[in-house]
């Protein structure tokens, strides 16, 4: 009886470990689409140069041949509400009459966060030069940047390294 007990106790302890242990797989359904083609999209293309532009819809209506649906999906373990975007394209004799964007991004959306990112980052330097709070010149690690305008820039993290030496046993001379 003692020798079954042990190991049916260190089984229970097992699976309550690996329970709290689950992978949860990205699922990423639809249409994903470039904010440079969403861009692109204008009233008036037609239904060839929308196709050619952001792809066929992934879910076509069925009944409405005027509206095409581009739908994306994104769930993840990292996330705790999945990601949904849709744009609808409506046509008006095959060409689009208008179309309505939901969540996804286009080149003016992702230029603006750029900028926004940019102004953010100054005025957080801005605020630290003005508390002082600033570390000292001699306190920050030698970059290697000789130049003013090489001081700008990031080092690169790979060193440049000696010329390989030729492999043991190559033959030196013409044979």
């Not at 209506?61 to 095409?68: H, L, N, Q």
């Not at 179309?99 to 630290?128: C, I, W, Y």
């Not at 690690?141 to 390989?164: H, I, L, M, N």
Request: one cysteine or more; hydrophobic letters at 35%; charged letters at 25%.
């Amino acid at each position: 009886m003692k020798r079954l007990a042990l190991p049916t106790i260190f089984l229970a302890f097992g699976a309550v470990l690996a329970s709290g242990c689950v992978y949860k797989m990205n699922i990423q359904q639809g249409n994903y689409l470039v904010p440079d083609s969403v861009s692109q999209l204008k009233e008036g293309m037609t239904r060839s140069q929308v196709r050619f532009l952001l792809g066929t819809p992934m879910v076509p209506v069925a009944f409405d041949d005027s509206r095409w649906d581009y739908y994306y999906f994104f769930n993840s373990q990292k996330i705790k509400k999945p990601l949904k975007r849709r744009l609808t394209v409506y046509f008006a004799d095959d060409k689009v009459a208008r179309f309505e964007n939901q969540g996804v991004p286009t080149q003016a959306d992702l230029e603006q966060l750029e900028r926004d990112l940019r102004k953010a980052v100054a005025e957080s330097e801005k605020d630290k030069k003005k508390s002082g709070d600033e570390t000292p010149a001699a306190a920050e690690p030698a970059s290697g940047a000789g130049t003013p305008s090489e001081a700008g820039k990031a080092p690169d993290p790979v060193p440049p390294s000696a010329p390989v030496p030729a492999p043991a046993g190559t033959p030196s001379g013409p044979t």
